[in-house]
């Protein structure tokens, strides 16, 4: 499977979780396109996007939570990027492809409880991607979950970028398709 991970992290250089995902991927048979170095002036070259999306059969947004949404940028990508007319509304080009987010927190788990800090767990914060990605069609896969406050030691953060790699090379059983 052709994987393309679009990482979108504002300060990457000061990431713990995203750098060390990062750094789990470096060698691999994947596509990192890492979308803060590639757009400083966040001017998006929209076609060339698009041909790197058409190129790959799953793509992988890998972001920390930024205020219960995508980082900035990321955000003006999918506005730029899905256009209409070629991923909805007309041509549907990324129908079927595989969508999965990595997601980061500097919280821990416990906090995305109905009872706990946020209120909100994240696969509910994530429904505007979900609602994104079914409406072009695409297949959505489980978000791969990473929390700052439950990695402590060095062990922690190995553990992570394993299970990380695995994530990326899994074959999922199903996938939500409501269109």
Known sequence: MNTLIILAHPDIEQSSINASLKAAVIGEKITLHELYKEYPDWNINVKREQLLLLEHDRIIFQFPNYWYSYPPLLKKWFDDVLERGWAFRGQHALEGKEFGVAISSGFT???YRFDGLHRHNLEQIL???YATCNFIRGKTIPAFKSFEGE???EE????IKILYK????QEFPYHRKVY
């Open 151 to 153: 990695l402590v030691t």
């Open 156 to 159: 922690d953060y190995e553990n």
């Open 127 to 129: 429904a505007p991607f």
């Open 109 to 111: 788990n416990e906090d």
């Open 166 to 169: 695995q994530y990326l090379n």
